[in-house]
């Protein structure tokens, strides 16, 4: 049993006592910002320190008076949704000498003197230029009388750290900033919508997404949703585009398509760097090509509604870390940018990262645009790359693509990539229906580029899943690889597609037919794969558990203290539970890989009663299916209900198979197309490598692999090597990183926990990394 964590202990480095910490956003709105404000004062009231909003921005701090309001823990309840609550404007005075001189004189005022600012690298590179004439200021303020020589000294240094709040995701030295997940949803949804009426009417849609200087919405919506075309500022298309996408068109219209989607990104431009605008590229598909075409703008709806789980999950970390990096700055410490790169939380000079921003506009402007994507960063160049990759050509070696284990949004994303991908490099791609179950029976047949149309958007698994191991039908299956000749095969799936694959493996040594490559891709909502930190899916049922919690919430709001019990899905793997609960701000989420008793379970309800003192007047309360076999959902909200009588009531709700369901989130087709790619990309490798004598003969280890996200890249690892790493038993890796967030969700819930590595094991604390301007 796991050592329990001692929740009294506070980690020593962590005291803010006597600091005041003031938070705003600045610039455009973007989801999420809430998140990361309610972050900031939860994380910064639990260390001791002082917090403040600074309502509409600098325009606020510039006014002063009440529009500098200290926030208290309950002035951020209920408040995950979108926009700023605290507000958001651009303030042309905080850019002159005298504006600048009025906000530090009320910073001074309040003893202020650490600022969280969310914003775009404008917003941050006034909070730098802010930071750098601070001592100047408070000269200056001395002078006028305005304060006294003792305030001067009692707030000689100002601490500036940042976060990117941009819906644009045009900010480099991140791989996402706070919004940009959301405003993909939002146009993955108007996509969506749309479709079903191209379908309809076979017609073609040209969508214009926002990003006047970055073509990051586009590109990844254009990935998400199989777009036939997309233009971009960074890369702007060859001269002759016109020709060449309504030839694409009309290929994929005598492919049997119904419908055709191209995003143009607001800033699209070609090689001269004249503006491409949608109405140019609707007026060039209907005299070209005679097709029904409609213009959607999709404006300011991008910047609306409920921000997405990601986007609350990220938030929450970049403020509790802003928080860190506020109490750890001194004098000679550079002002800072918490950053996301891969699923790690890092801090990086915030100025460098303002000049790599601009650098990449001045690549543009230069037309320089191989170097402005290469600035854009890692993510940005694999998204490009990965589009380049789906476009057509003739095939050679044979490739199956089968779904293994239960289904899991993104799924089909990942099987349209890989067959038009594998078409795209050489391969036959053949499709297995129904798993390996199918594959025994011999329900294989080619899948073509037309065939897989459509699909990134749909739920589930077109192709058909099953639990079915190889094992018990080794003979059968190599029947089938040897009648259909296949040199290679791509499993997607769970922890089954996992096994399979083992076992495929481990048969290598009785069966020749299975020495050819292989490789897995995990896709399961549970995330419970060995080799990688994210799963095909999961991002989509986190979705589903936090709109469903939201929905909860929402419907007790005219009931007075009211607690939801929710069950979760997951097997024995907390992660949906853990991280579901810390976008929809839970106040205990119940797992298998941290053990509870009685005491813990009686604790809960003790810290529930006093929140329900404070104000508060609804609690949320989660358990993974199997967290532990006697303390069941049923007990829990009984133990609840009775421990809470007299000052709040209960309401339990098992999630079920709606967590498995609906459409892929837009990262989940993105991840699913991208992961797709780079394993055909691998099989063709092995192909050739393993290709000697006329046959495909591969017995290696390196040549049955999984591919997974671990930290901040993609990496192959083989599977015969994850066995020890993994406990079969519970079908959980022995470590799991998201682990590491369980602290985050009690101190945001008002618990008293550690934060140390030292004492849970679970922490990694942040790490510190210089941007790259070559990936």
């Not at 707030?155 to 819906?167: A, D, T």
């Not at 047949?445 to 589930?460: A, M, R, Y």
Request: aromatic fraction near 6%; charged fraction near 25%.
């Amino acid at each position: 049993m796991a050592k329990r964590q001692d929740t009294k202990k506070f980690f020593e480095n962590l005291s803010g006592a006597g600091k005041s910490i003031g938070v705003l956003t600045s610039g455009g709105d973007a989801q999420g910002m809430n998140a990361a404000v309610r972050a900031v004062v939860r994380m910064g009231i639990y260390v001791g320190a002082k917090v403040y909003f600074v309502h509409e921005g600098y325009q606020g701090m510039v006014d002063g008076g009440d529009n500098i309001e200290e926030a208290s823990w309950e002035s951020v309840s209920s408040m995950l949704q979108g926009g700023t609550v605290i507000g958001s404007a651009r303030c042309k005075e905080f850019r002159s000498h005298e504006g600048r001189l009025k906000a530090a004189h009320h910073l001074v005022q309040r003893d202020i003197t650490n600022l969280c600012v969310i914003g775009g690298d404008g917003s941050l590179t006034g909070a730098n230029l802010f930071r750098e004439e601070w001592s100047g200021l408070l000269e200056e303020l001395v002078q006028q009388g305005l304060i006294d020589e003792k305030a001067a000294q009692n707030n000689s240094e100002l601490h500036i750290v940042g976060m990117v709040g941009s819906i644009d995701n045009d900010f480099c030295g991140t791989d996402m900033t706070i919004g940009t997940d959301s405003a993909l949803h939002r146009i993955i949804e108007v996509v969506d919508a749309i479709m079903t009426t191209a379908q309809s009417h076979q017609r073609t849609f040209v969508l214009e997404v926002m990003g006047r200087h970055c073509g990051y919405l586009a590109l990844v919506s254009a990935l998400a949703c199989g777009a036939d075309w997309v233009l971009i500022p960074e890369m702007p298309p060859e001269d002759g585009w016109e020709e060449q996408m309504c030839q694409k068109l009309s290929e994929s219209r005598s492919r049997g398509s119904r419908l055709n989607i191209i995003i143009v990104a607001e800033g699209a431009i070609d090689r001269q760097g004249k503006a491409i605008t949608v109405n140019n590229v609707k007026d060039l598909v209907v005299s070209c090509l005679g097709f029904d075409t409609r213009v959607t703008i999709l404006g300011h709806v991008q910047r609306g509604g409920t921000p997405s789980a990601f986007d609350r999950i990220l938030a929450s970390r970049m403020g509790v870390e802003a928080v860190l990096a506020l109490l750890e700055a001194s004098a000679s410490t550079p002002a800072c940018v918490v950053s996301l790169c891969g699923n790690q939380a890092v801090r990086l000079p915030l100025m460098e990262c303002v000049q790599m921003t601009q650098d990449v506009q001045k690549a543009m402007d230069e037309k320089n645009f191989e170097e402005a994507v290469r600035l854009r960063g890692r993510s940005f160049e694999n998204n490009l790359n990965t589009y380049k990759l789906l476009s057509y050509r003739k095939s050679s070696f044979n490739v199956a693509v089968l779904n293994v284990g239960a289904p899991a949004a993104g799924m089909n994303a990942a099987v349209r990539s890989a067959v038009r991908v594998g078409i795209t490099e050489g391969h036959k791609m053949f499709a297995v229906n129904d798993g390996f179950e199918g594959f025994y029976k011999g329900q294989i047949k080619e899948i073509k580029w037309g065939d897989v149309g459509g699909w990134t958007g749909q739920g589930g698994s077109i192709l058909g899943t099953k639990r079915t191991l190889p094992a018990k039908h080794l003979d059968k299956i190599a029947e089938q690889i040897r009648i259909h000749n296949i040199n290679a095969l791509l499993v997607i799936g769970g922890f089954e597609a996992f096994e399979c694959l083992l076992q495929l493996y481990e048969a290598r040594t009785s069966h020749e037919d299975f020495c050819i490559p292989m490789c897995v891709l995990p896709a399961t909502i549970s995330n419970n794969v060995p080799g990688t930190d994210l799963s095909i899916g999961a991002d989509t049922s986190l979705n589903a558990i936090v709109e469903t919690c939201d929905r909860i919430k929402q419907s007790a709001s005219g009931t007075k203290r009211r607690v939801f019990i929710i069950e979760t899905m997951g097997g024995y793997c907390g992660y949906l539970a853990s991280v579901g609960g810390l976008a929809a701000g839970a106040d205990a989420v119940y797992i298998y890989e941290e053990p509870f008793d009685i005491r813990d379970l009686q604790s809960n309800v003790e810290h529930l009663t006093e929140k329900m003192k404070t104000g508060i007047q609804r609690g949320l309360v989660l358990r993974n299916e199997n967290s532990n076999e006697n303390f069941t959902t049923d007990f829990i909200y009984q133990l609840y209900s009775e421990e809470g009588k007299g000052v709040f009531d209960c309401r339990k709700n098992v999630l079920g198979h709606m967590q498995q369901g609906g459409a892929p989130s837009p990262f989940d087709r993105n991840f699913g197309t991208k992961i797709a790619a780079k394993a055909i990309q691998w099989i063709s490798r092995k192909l050739k490598e393993s290709y000697k004598e006329g046959r495909v003969f591969a017995n290696t280890e390196d040549t049955a692999c999984l591919l997974g996200m671990r930290r901040r890249a993609m990496v192959f690892q083989p599977v015969v090597q994850l066995k020890d790493q993994t406990d079969f038993v519970h079908r959980i890796p022995k470590e799991q990183w998201w682990l590491k967030l369980r602290p985050l969700m009690k101190i945001l819930a008002k618990y008293k926990t550690s934060y140390d590595v030292s004492d849970s094991g679970q922490l990694e604390h942040v790490t510190r990394v210089r941007p790259k301007k070559v990936d």
